[in-house]
């Protein structure tokens, strides 16, 4: 049985900030699960026992070769990709990164990365990402006033 696809799958994505108030994103390559060519919020499935957060740790490390602090949760999203008979239940978090600098491990999964800001963001999103966005300028502006 496959998560996501025979029930729904938990993943966790990663706002990842760095201290001129660009995000990372992460192009979706041709081997991954759904979306492919589209970039995203990196991230990825929870395992069995694992908790949220140290899933998401787990997961940038293993394709970005980075560690990163887990800070704010932004939101709970419903992935539901119906032309690809997937549901996911998506938490995101804003994160920053402690050590490493972001590489491509996984290239078959990942075709490119990069740092944006806000106001230049890429065309074509993921469904989470372009939702999340939303949510994380509004979660800036909130912050900016105090």
């Known amino acids: 049985m496959r998560r996501g696809v025979d029930y729904i799958g938990v993943g966790v994505g990663a706002i990842i900030v760095d201290d ?12 991954a699960g759904n979306e492919r060519g589209l970039w995203e919020f990196p991230g990825g499935a929870v395992e069995f026992g694992e908790t949220l957060r140290d899933a998401l740790v787990r ?34 978090y804003v994160c920053r990164i402690v050590s490493g600098t972001p590489v491509i491990i996984e290239p078959d999964k990942c075709a490119e990365i990069g740092w944006f800001r806000l106001d230049a963001m890429p065309d074509r999103l993921t469904k989470v990402t372009a939702h999340d966005l939303t949510l994380y300028r509004e979660y800036v502006q909130r912050r900016e006033r105090g």
């Not at 001129?20 to 081997?31: K, Q, T, Y």
């Open 20 to 31: 001129e108030g660009r995000v990372f994103l992460a192009r979706r390559g041709p081997r």
């Open 59 to 92: 997961e940038i490390r293993e394709e970005y070769g980075i560690t990163i602090a887990v800070e704010d949760m932004l939101t709970v999203t419903d992935h539901i990709l119906p032309d690809e008979g997937q549901h996911w239940v998506s938490p995101s």
